[in-house]
């Protein structure tokens, strides 16, 4: 078994395609509309067969409550894997990307977390 499909939920599609391709770098692998939907999904340029990662509609009555739960307590909803979090860390906020948690060093796993600008924190991260 493994996993081949991941989600976070995001406000504006559009704008979450935007930034997770433009900004982030990922791949667009789908955009199918589904009803007033799209079902968007984008991979790592490093693994364009590998795990995709789905831009989820946000609309859904539980999600708003349980993201802002998340974002209040500086809680990551997934992370990315990184070669270097210093190295993206630069790289990302000199796209003007905001940071909630700068690049720190937890025994061999650096970590750092930024606000994805569709409603969500997400942790990048690289073991030494």
Request: net charge negative; hydrophobic share 45%; aromatic share 8%.
């Amino acid at each position: 078994m493994k996993i081949n499909l991941a989600g976070v939920f995001v406000d504006d599609q559009a704008e979450a395609l935007r930034f997770y391709t433009e900004v982030l770098g990922f791949l667009k692998k789908n955009d199918v509309p589904v009803g007033e939907d799209r079902w968007i999904t984008v991979v790592s340029p490093a693994d364009p067969d590998g795990t995709e990662l789905l831009l989820e509609p946000s609309g859904h009555p539980a999600v708003k409550p349980f993201r802002d739960a998340l974002v209040a307590d500086g809680i990551p909803y997934t992370s990315f894997a990184v070669d270097d979090v210093h190295a993206e860390f630069a790289r990302l906020q000199g796209l003007g990307v905001r940071f909630t948690q700068e690049p720190v060093e937890m025994g061999p796993v650096t970590v750092a977390v930024f606000d994805d600008t569709c409603g969500n924190l997400i942790q990048i991260a690289h073991t030494a």
